[in-house]
Every structure is written in structure tokens, then in C-alpha cells.
């Protein structure tokens, strides 16, 4: 299975700075010209920007090295070299950047055009016009320029998502998506359908868009890297609002809130904090139910342990407006418990 592109290592290198110039000045009437030798320009830096046209790190797949220009030597008559210009790194919003040595956190870019130095340019070299003095009055040398700083850093990605879709496999949450949103994500009556999370924009009249992700299936044991691994749980700590989707057909009605008891065993070994966030219970596959199976009685168990409940069928699209209002209702009655709520620009 390959990899979701949400953590990367890349190796930053600053551009070397350009060599300083020994040069003397000649001119008609001057046989012992000056010394004239420009200094070198500066080597580039390695930046990264962060850019809401992305949302994966798949682009590093193809390039791992990232090598910005070098400066210019100097030149004769004072001329300065010319700096290596900036090599500008795009990330998605929401990357963390680590030291791969130090596991130092050297950043986090979570707004439009944020920046973070990876690598310095080396110093440009002075030329030989900086190195004269009474005793000394033909410096016949110049300084080398510097080398550039190098790193290795790890991108971790962080999804900004206003809404995230959680649940085990095969619950239903591709499904939602889709009828939500014109995700393109994939569906199909198997677990692990889904192997990245999945991004969709949901649309109401006269209000901002809200950003929905799904976040593949979580398993018992998620937390310790078991099924598609605590890797994504990550994402979760900065979904505004939770959707728990839970396959109604597969509930014991004598166990109703063992689907729920699961997933919370898994924020509180990963991050308790996540416990806390706001959160709505989506019993989905309504449709599939038997007649005889009681459906009252398990709604009414998770509204009796405090939880605001909605019965669907994202297949059918039974059920959905209710839950798109709630959802907006929701978020909006949580906004101020939530910081900003959507992608900043």
C-alpha cells in the first residue's frame, strides 16, 4: 500500500556565496592602480511558503533535494556579485516542519503566504579592496564565499478541515461525502476503501463554505499504527467539528454504544484532548435495517448519554438535510470555542 503523502523528509541547501575578486585598478597616467577586487554575492536561501492551492505533500514524491542558487564572484572596479535569488518551497496549510536530527519543531505554516527559512545562502567573499592598509597596499587575495547551510527536515502535514467525517471502515463516510460535497471519493463494500483522508466543500446559502474531511477508518488499536495507523488521527486535532458515523446495521442493540466506547478508547490512548472537541452521532444505513430491529432504543441510548443523534441513510439520502443543519448548527454554536472557522487566507 503506498503511503499518503502527509509526512516527507526533504534536504534544504542553502546556494554558496560567491567568491571576492582580486583586481587593480589600470589606467593611463596610474601604474600603481588601487585595488578594485567587488565582494561576492550572497548564496540564496531555502524558504518554505505556505500555499492554499495545495493540500497534499504528494509534489515531494518526485524531488527530495532542494538546492537554492549560489552567488556571483565579485568583479573588478567594486562590482558586487550578484545574490542567488530565494528558492521558494510551496507546503500546504497546516504543515508542521521538524529537524530530522533534533525532532526540534522549527515551524508551523497555517496562514497564506507564511514563510520559514530552512537553509541560509552563504556570504558572498570580500574582494582584495576590503584587505588594504598602510603596511599592507597590494592585497593580492580575496576571501572565498561560504558554503550554504544544510538541513533535513521532516513536513508533517496537519489537515485545517472545519468538519471531520471519523468512524470505522466501511461506515459509510465516502458515501456522505459524496452526497455532501462533489468529492470524488471513492466507495465500494470493502474496509480501507478509503486510504487518505478525503477533502470536500460543504455549501449553504448566505454562509461561508465549511471544509470537510474524511479521515480513513479508525480500528481498534489505531493509536499504535494497527489498520491505516494513528498517522491520521493527527488530523483530527484541528477539525473544528466531528461527525462519528456508525454503521446502524452492524450495532448490537444490546450493546448500543460499544461503536462509540471503541473510537473514544482510541482519542484517549492518541490525545484526550480530542475527546473534548464538539461532536455529533450520524447512525447511518437506516435502509438496511430489518423491520424488527429496534431502532428507537439505540437512538435513544446515545441522547440518554448526552449526544446529539441523527438517524441516515447517505446511500438513500434519507435523513441528510436534518444533518446538514445540525452540522451547521453545531459549528456555528461552537465558534467561539473553535477559532476561525475555515482555511485562513
Not at 463516510?173 to 452526497?179: F, H, P, Y
Request: aromatic share 6%.
Amino acid at each position: 500500500m503506498k503511503s499518503f503523502p502527509d509526512e516527507v523528509e526533504i534536504n534544504a541547501r542553502g546556494g554558496a556565496g560567491g567568491a571576492g575578486c582580486v583586481s587593480f585598478q589600470r589606467a593611463a597616467f596610474k601604474p600603481r592602480g588601487r585595488p578594485d577586487g567587488g565582494d561576492g554575492g550572497s548564496g540564496g536561501d531555502v524558504v518554505l511558503e505556505a500555499s492554499q492551492a495545495l493540500r497534499t505533500l504528494s509534489h515531494f514524491r518526485r524531488r527530495r533535494l532542494f538546492q537554492a542558487p549560489s552567488g556571483k564572484p565579485g568583479q573588478k572596479s567594486d562590482r558586487h556579485g550578484r545574490s542567488g535569488s530565494l528558492l521558494i518551497v510551496s507546503v500546504p496549510l497546516g504543515t508542521r516542519v521538524y529537524d530530522s536530527d533534533t525532532g526540534e519543531l522549527l515551524g508551523d505554516l497555517l496562514i497564506s503566504g507564511e514563510r520559514l527559512i530552512l537553509a541560509k545562502g552563504g556570504r558572498g567573499g570580500k574582494g582584495n579592496s576590503h584587505f588594504t592598509s598602510s603596511r599592507l597596499r597590494s592585497p593580492r587575495f580575496a576571501q572565498p564565499g561560504e558554503k550554504g547551510g544544510e538541513r533535513r527536515v521532516r513536513l508533517e502535514l496537519h489537515i485545517l478541515a472545519d468538519v471531520g467525517l471519523i468512524g470505522q471502515p466501511n461506515a459509510g463516510k465516502s458515501t456522505l461525502l459524496r452526497a455532501f460535497t462533489a468529492s470524488k471519493a471513492r466507495v465500494a463494500a470493502f474496509p480501507f476503501t478509503t486510504l487518505s483522508p478525503q477533502l470536500g466543500v460543504l455549501f449553504k446559502e448566505d454562509q461561508e463554505p465549511l471544509i470537510l474531511a474524511e479521515v480513513p477508518g479508525l480500528i481498534p488499536g489505531a493509536h499504535r499504527g494497527k489498520g491505516l495507523g494513528h498517522r491520521f488521527l493527527r488530523h483530527l486535532k484541528r477539525t473544528r467539528l466531528l461527525v462519528h458515523l456508525i454503521d446502524l446495521s452492524q450495532v448490537d442493540p444490546d450493546q448500543p454504544l460499544a461503536p462509540l466506547e471503541k473510537l473514544e478508547k482510541e482519542f484517549r490512548a492518541f490525545d484526550p484532548n480530542l475527546l473534548y472537541k464538539p461532536r455529533l452521532i450520524a447512525l447511518n444505513k437506516i435502509d438496511l435495517l430489518p423491520p424488527d430491529f429496534p431502532r428507537q432504543q439505540v437512538i435513544k441510548a446515545y441522547e440518554d448519554a448526552g449526544w446529539r443523534v441523527l438517524a441516515v441513510s447517505a446511500q438513500a439520502g434519507q435523513g441528510l438535510d436534518a444533518l446538514v443543519e445540525a452540522i451547521w448548527e453545531e459549528f456555528h454554536r461552537h465558534a467561539h470555542d473553535l477559532g476561525a472557522a475555515t482555511i485562513p487566507e
